[in-house]
């Protein structure tokens, strides 16, 4: 389907729209949800000029069409499903940029994978506010993306990783816009709205160290096959706080806590959904080998159907 052109009043909404287009014949789950986004920010933004209109019915269009072609699709109509699939997805990108980061392959390629993070990690909003990793991995993304790609426009070579304390300052105020759209962009970007458009991965430089030697792979590839996703470092600070997870004896004693079932608990509704919600986190965390968060999250909802409470 052919959309009208945004219109610069609508400037702020262009991020999630190009998103979008990127993934109508990858994954249209995101591509749903990111016009969805667009759509909600849009109406908010708009002044009803006959552009804007023309523009935002296009969405709505678009929208109902998908979700009546999509209706066996949990991630377009079941909530809980949508939100888990994106907060993978952002994941997934995000690990790739910073294991490119940190070995100090910079290109092209990282930028545009740091910066889709950043904007999936808006999307996120649609389901409410963000966890506190989630708020992290949004600015720390924006961050980086803008970071590298001025430094590569400029000649100069990133700093790769974390910055120290004393650097920070900027990336500690970035990216913090409730809404996320207004913050999004890297600064002294021509496109204004997005890195570089349809680039091809550039070849990383190897690292000094043989291991590096193997190619890593490009962020397309690890889109399409998640088992590329590269390990994320073990021994250095984990943006967000994931942290590997090695299983010793002392702390499997701690973990699993026997929980007593209260007899003829009634179990709300909402308590439903948000067991639902920890059951879905726990899938999400095994996709990255993350066992603790898994175990962690299984127990939160095995706790909240058998007494009531957290």
């Avoid at 490119?100 to 889709?116: C, I, L, M, P, T």
């Avoid at 127990?299 to 957290?310: C, H, I, V």
Wanted: negative net charge; contains cysteine.
């Amino acid at each position: 389907m052919e959309f009208p052109p945004c219109p610069a009043s609508l400037k702020s909404i262009q991020h999630f729209l190009k998103l979008a287009q990127e993934h109508d014949s990858r994954d249209v789950v995101i591509a749903y949800w990111a016009r969805l986004y667009a759509l909600q920010v849009g109406l908010k933004a708009s002044s009803q000029t006959a552009e804007e209109t023309k523009l935002l019915l296009a969405i709505m269009d678009w929208l109902e069409q998908l979700k009546k072609q999509q209706v066996d699709n949990e991630a377009i109509t079941n909530d809980i499903a949508a939100q888990a699939h994106i907060e993978n997805y952002a994941l997934k990108l995000f690990l790739y940029a910073d294991k490119q980061d940190r070995e100090e392959n910079f290109g092209k390629n990282v930028v545009k994978a740091y910066y889709s993070s950043g904007v999936l990690y808006d999307i996120l909003l649609t389901f409410g506010e963000l966890s506190e990793e989630a708020l992290h991995n949004r600015k720390y993304a924006k961050y980086k993306a803008a970071y590298i790609h001025n430094c590569l426009k400029n000649g100069e070579t990133p700093i790769p990783g974390p910055f120290p304390d004393d650097e920070s300052a900027g990336f500690e105020g970035d990216g913090s816009n409730a809404n996320g759209a207004a913050s999004v962009t890297p600064p002294d970007n021509p496109a204004g709205d997005s890195p570089p458009e349809n680039v091809q991965p550039e070849e990383p430089t190897p690292p000094s160290t043989p291991a590096a030697h193997i190619t890593p792979p490009t962020a397309e590839e690890v889109l399409n096959n998640p088992n590329k996703l590269p390990s994320p470092p073990v021994d250095e600070e984990k943006p967000g706080g994931f942290v590997p997870y090695v299983p010793n004896a002392q702390q499997n004693a701690g973990m699993y806590n026997p929980i007593v079932p209260i007899v003829g608990v009634q179990i709300t509704p909402d308590q439903m959904i948000k067991a639902q919600k920890y059951c879905k986190y726990a899938g999400s965390a095994l996709n990255y080998d993350d066992v603790k968060s898994a175990i962690e999250n299984l127990q939160k909802a095995l706790k909240l159907l058998s007494t009531g409470s957290e």
